[in-house]
């Protein structure tokens, strides 16, 4: 697959955003991310600035993650749990879509969800800075450590692709193809959840990026999390379609 002729054209909230508005975000978070993890901030153009990040806390390893963030992940489990609690399975729903100009919505959902890939694991990291572990645990469900949308800490889930039955948000049936989850917390309450759906347009294909959290998250971190979505699938389409 080439990415020769890729482009990628997001909408949030309504809104037309550029690849370079991305970007501009993405540079931003780089920075926050490396503080975060307590990794020196890359220097560089963005595309070194990511990579060499990238290289940074893959060797770390999961274990070095999981300790240097424990504090961030005891507390937002807390809040996780609260907010679930008491929002009684209501949710908001945070929503992105990108129009991809190239490629087809099966060959990059075939790309996205093939853990078996040698760069599997660094495409995952890759993807947006705030991404600091995707790992498949031994039940098979895939663990997740990131700094979610606009929230102060990091967190983490488990999402669950064979499990769509505490989701909320329904079946579009004029997307085909789905990539839908639970996401729930460490003993297994679900806290949320993705519906993601992908069909072909005629010069490429569409991608409605839907993540569900607790109805009382706060709305700026619903907000900023549309702006994660554009990044990270952004950049995992640009990954799928780069030349092999």
């Not at 949308?149 to 329904?170: I, K, Q």
């Not at 839907?210 to 994660?228: G, K, S, Y």
Request: with cysteine.
């Amino acid at each position: 697959m080439s990415n020769e002729n890729l482009a990628i054209a997001a909408v949030i909230n309504g809104r037309a955003v550029s690849r370079d508005e991305v970007f501009a975000w993405e540079a931003k978070r780089i920075p926050k991310a490396a503080r975060k993890i307590g990794l020196a901030v890359p220097r560089g153009d963005l595309a070194r600035h990511k990579a060499a990040f990238t290289d940074s806390k893959l060797a770390l390893g999961a274990d070095e993650i999981r300790r240097r963030l424990s504090r961030d992940i005891r507390v937002s489990d807390v809040v996780a749990r609260a907010t679930t609690r008491l929002s009684f399975g209501r949710r908001a729903t945070s929503v992105c879509d990108l129009h991809v100009t190239g490629g087809s919505a099966k060959e990059f959902v075939d790309w996205f969800t093939d853990t078996g890939r040698d760069d599997y694991a660094r495409s995952m990291i890759a993807a947006h800075p705030d991404h600091f572990l995707i790992d498949t645990a031994p039940d098979g469900r895939q663990e997740v450590i990131e700094t979610t949308g606009g929230s102060p800490l990091a967190t983490r889930f488990f999402v669950d692709y064979d499990d769509t039955s505490p989701l909320v948000t329904p079946r579009d049936t004029a997307f085909p193809i789905d990539a839908a989850g639970v996401a729930r917390a460490d003993g297994g309450l679900a806290i949320g959840g993705v519906r993601h759906e992908f069909r072909d347009e005629p010069n490429g294909f569409h991608a409605r990026l839907c993540v569900e959290f607790p109805l009382l998250t706060a709305p700026n971190m619903i907000a900023a999390h549309r702006w994660h979505l554009a990044c990270e699938f952004s950049n995992w389409i640009e990954a799928a379609f780069a030349e092999q």
